[in-house]
Each structure stands twice: as C-alpha cells, then as structure tokens.
Nanobody, 115 residues
Framework: QVQLVESGGGSVQPGGSLRLSCVAS????????MGWYRQAPGKQRELVAN???????NYADSVKGRFTISKGNAETTLYLQMNSPKPEDTAVYYC?????????WGQGTQVTVSS
C-alpha cells in the first residue's frame, strides 16, 4: 500500500513561482523513480520531470530551464519548483512513484497560470 499526498498547487501569474510537494508513504520497497506529470484539458498526460534512485533527473523540453525537480531529506519526498511559469503550464499536476512492483499516483493538484 502506497499513498501520495500532494500540496502547493494553486494560481500563479506568469513570472511568479510555485513549489509543488509530494510525500509518499506506505510499503515502499524497491524505488525506481519519482516524477511529476501533468494533464491539460484536451491533452494527454505528459511527463514533466522525473528523478530516479540514482538522482538522475529528466525534464520535458517544454519546462527545461524553468522547473526543477528535487528530493527532500527523505527520498520519498518530492518537490517541483516552478519558476517563470507560462499559461501553457496550466494543468493538473500529478505526483507518481515508480516501484519495482508497480506505479502509484497522487490525486493531482491544479496549477493555473494566468495574467
């Protein structure tokens, strides 16, 4: 059993910043990676950024240089620092943890970027 709790979503202006947080708990055995995904209306869910158990990070081209994924002191705490967000970043953001035996998802948090 794994649960993911997200926080930090909300409304932000272009040029502002947000930090999303995700805390995973439960029976976490072999951790492959954690990541942030997003889904905008009418679009498929897409990877925003992820980080594996060797702390190798990957970013979507659309957010590279603006967003930063990181872990907290606990390896199962995940952050997404969103700097200079754009209106096209508006989406529901999901935290996900990828274990040896399956993938788990948070409920999602809305991020709205508007002037």
């Amino acid at each position: 059993q794994v649960q993911l709790v997200e926080s930090g979503g909300g409304s932000v202006q272009p040029g502002g910043s947000l930090r999303l947080s995700c805390v995973a708990s439960g029976s976490i055995a072999t951790l492959y990676a954690m990541g942030w995904y997003r889904q905008a209306p009418g679009k498929q869910r897409e990877l925003v950024a992820n980080i594996n158990n060797f702390n190798v990070k990957n970013y979507a081209d659309s957010v590279k240089g603006r967003f930063t994924i990181s872990k907290g002191n606990a390896e199962t705490t995940l952050y997404l620092q969103m700097n200079s967000p754009k209106p096209e970043d508006t989406a529901v953001y999901y935290c996900s943890i990828h274990l040896q035996h399956g993938d788990y998802w948070g409920q999602g948090t809305q991020v709205t970027v508007s002037s």
